[in-house]
């Protein structure tokens, strides 16, 4: 059996997801989609990982989007609501995750791109929702205009151009630009940076960033008192303060 074009490694609480296939400029083929699903599930079961990085292999495209050779041979239609496993969507976890974007993150890309938590850029990246110069569809950036303003959405979709990270950062589609070289060790800085804090917190404030966007001004403040309280009765709880009054490095036990 070929190995697959995912790699997963995890090194102190980070998952690092890449995806591999740079000679197709990492496009997603029936393996990949297959490797991240694998990837992305081990990701969310784990309990030693705390944070997630996806990035790519090569120094000019993180993923040029669908396999456009592969889906022509299949005469692909419709693609099946698991065709592309989707963080927050298909993949649930409340643990976050970077996205390390390498370089063009087009169509099926910015995908992944836009369903991490995160997201750092090098320089050179592009974003790009290319499916109109090939009649395909891109129902999976429904939740752009949240991300962005909904006219920046609207040139996206229709004039499939891409964007340079300068602008994808002025927009808000990016937390970090970044020289390429740099881009790794900023992604683990990142996640490091997450690691370090109290791990029901972390996944508190990532549930509710998304379980606000779906109610109004009110509803939101009720929505953050009920995703919160656990964490306020957690043992972790105590052992924030029980540290700082210690002056000592809390021992976090999710729990």
């Known amino acids: 059996m070929s190995e697959s074009p995912v790699r997963y490694e995890l090194s102190e609480g980070i998952a690092t997801i890449t995806i591999d296939r740079p000679e197709a400029m990492n496009a997603l083929n029936k393996a990949v989609r297959e490797g991240l699903w694998a990837a992305l599930r081990r990701f969310a079961d784990d309990d030693e990982a705390l944070v997630g990085i996806l990035t790519a292999t090569g120094e000019k495209v993180f993923c040029a989007g669908g396999d456009l050779k592969e889906m022509s041979e299949t005469a692909l239609k419709v693609p099946p609501p698991d065709f592309v496993p989707y963080l ?22 910015f995908l992944l791109a836009q369903m991490c938590d995160l997201v750092i850029a090098a320089e050179n990246a592009k974003f790009a929702i290319t499916e109109p110069k090939w009649s395909r569809g891109a129902p999976w950036a429904a939740p752009l205009p949240w991300l962005i303003p909904p006219r920046v959405a609207m040139e996206l979709l229709v004039t499939a151009k891409p964007i340079s990270a300068e602008r994808a950062y002025q927009i808000g589609l990016i937390n970090q630009i970044v020289p390429l070289a740099e881009l790794q060790d900023a992604a683990r800085e990142m996640a490091t940076t997450i690691a370090q804090n109290a791990p029901l917190s972390v996944r508190a404030g990532k549930q509710m960033v998304y379980a606000v966007a779906e109610v109004g001004w009110s509803e ?7 995703i919160y309280e656990h964490v306020y009765l957690s043992e972790d709880a105590q052992e ?7 002056k000592r490095a809390p021992v976090w036990k999710a729990r």
Not at 220 to 226: R, S, Y
């Open 88 to 109: 927050n969507h298909n993949i649930k976890t409340n643990k976050p995750v970077i996205a390390a974007v390498n370089g063009l993150a087009y169509a099926g890309g």
């Open 220 to 226: 939101a403040q009720k929505v953050g008192d009920e």
């Open 240 to 246: 924030g303060p029980t540290a700082f009054k210690e």
